[in-house]
C-alpha cells in the first residue's frame, strides 16, 4: 500500500530564513505528488503538484519541490519564508487519475516576525 | 467560480446520536471525495463518488457510516451511532474527472468539525 512520511511534525523559523520540509512516499511505480497548504482557519489549498517532465516544480507563493525518484523524495523549498507562511503543510501522492489522495501527516510551520 | 460547499461547519454530539454533513462540489465536477482527518493526521478517504456511483468505499466503516451522492451532484454523509472516536473534521472535494492527470486537482471544502462527547 501507498504511504507518504513527513519528517518534521513543527517547524519553528524566523522570518527570512530558508525553508525545507522532507516528504517520502512509499511505491514503486508512476506517482503523482502533490503539497498542499492549510492556513489557521482556512481549508486546504494546492500549492504545488508534479505530474512528469522537470522534477523542479514551482507553486505558488516562492515555494517549489524537488521530484527524487531514486529517493522517492518530493521536499517542499522556499529561500525565505514570511510570517504569513505560518500553516500545515500536507504532502500527498496519488499513482493514476481519479484516484484518491494519500496524504502525510502533515507539517506545522510557525514563522516568528 | 464558487468553491466546494459545506455545511454544518461545527458540530457537537453525544455519543450514540447521529449526525448528517452535506456537500456541494464545484460546479460540474464529476468526481467526489469524503475525507476523514483526526487531530495530528493527514486526511484518510473514506468514500469517492464518480457521478452517482462509488467507486471506492474500502475504508469507510459501514456499520456505522453512510454516504449516498443521488443526483449526481451534493452528497450527505450520515453517521450512527457516533462514537468518540469519530470526532475528527469530515473534509469534501471534488475533481473535474476525466481521467486526465493534468486536470484532476482535488478542491477541498472547508470541512466540518464533529465533536463527539
Known amino acids: 500500500a501507498q504511504s507518504v512520511s513527513q519528517h518534521n511534525h513543527h517547524v519553528i523559523l524566523s522570518e527570512a530564513a530558508s525553508l525545507e520540509l522532507g516528504c517520502n512516499y512509499s511505491?514503486?511505480?508512476?506517482?503523482?505528488l502533490f503539497w498542499y497548504v492549510q492556513y489557521p482557519g482556512q481549508h486546504l489549498q494546492l500549492l504545488l503538484k508534479y505530474f512528469s517532465g522537470d522534477p523542479l516544480v514551482k507553486g505558488i507563493k516562492g515555494f517549489e519541490a524537488e521530484f527524487i525518484k531514486s529517493k522517492f523524495s518530493f521536499n517542499l523549498r522556499k529561500p525565505s519564508v514570511q510570517w504569513s507562511d505560518t500553516a500545515e503543510y500536507f504532502c500527498a501522492v496519488k499513482s493514476q487519475a481519479g484516484t484518491a489522495l494519500i496524504f502525510g501527516k502533515g507539517t506545522t510551520l510557525s514563522v516568528s516576525s | 467560480e464558487a468553491g466546494v460547499a459545506q455545511s454544518p461547519r461545527y458540530k457537537i454530539i453525544e455519543k450514540r446520536q447521529s449526525v448528517a454533513f452535506w456537500c456541494n462540489p464545484i460546479s460540474g465536477h464529476a468526481t467526489l471525495y469524503w475525507y476523514q482527518q483526526i487531530l495530528g493526521q493527514g486526511p484518510k478517504l473514506l468514500i469517492q463518488?464518480?457521478?452517482?456511483?462509488?467507486?471506492?468505499d474500502s475504508q469507510l466503516p459501514k456499520d456505522r457510516f453512510s454516504a449516498e451522492r443521488l443526483k449526481g451532484v451534493d452528497s450527505t454523509l450520515k453517521i450512527q451511532p457516533a462514537k468518540l472516536e469519530d470526532s475528527a473534521v469530515y473534509l469534501c472535494?471534488?475533481?473535474?474527472?476525466?481521467?486526465?492527470?493534468?486536470?484532476?486537482?482535488?478542491?477541498f471544502g472547508p470541512g466540518t468539525r464533529l465533536t463527539v462527547l
Open positions: 511505491y514503486g511505480g508512476t506517482v503523482n
Open positions: 463518488f464518480q457521478n452517482n456511483g462509488v467507486v471506492d
Open positions: 472535494a471534488s475533481t473535474r474527472g476525466g481521467g486526465s492527470m493534468l486536470t484532476d486537482t482535488q478542491y
